[in-house]
């Protein structure tokens, strides 16, 4: 019972994730492209945990520690260079 849950939850979320993909090509602003880039982080960081559940091993939990560290610096660096056209000062 189980396994049918893992895939409906990961077809939900790679679901969620082109729909990202949509609106970071066809977002009207740039707010809207950074809010779902921050969104596909965290999609692709629970689609990491579902595969570590179905395999059964804690690497892909690491992987999505590291991938929430990246997403988190990338957001807020792309908030820096839009509001202030640079990001390191």
Do not use: H, K
């Not at 091993?57 to 590291?66: D, G, K, N, P, V």
């Amino acid at each position: 019972m189980i396994e049918y849950a893992l895939l409906f939850a990961m077809g939900c979320f790679g679901l969620g994730l082109l729909f990202n993909l949509w609106r970071i090509a066809v977002g009207p602003d740039a707010a809207d492209r950074i809010l779902a880039l921050d969104t596909m982080v965290i999609n692709v960081i629970a689609l990491l945990i579902l595969y570590g559940i179905q395999a059964r091993t804690a690497t892909y939990y690491e992987a999505s520690m590291l991938v929430a560290m990246v997403g988190f610096v990338s957001t807020v660096a792309y908030c820096r260079y839009i509001l202030r056209g640079d990001i390191i000062e």
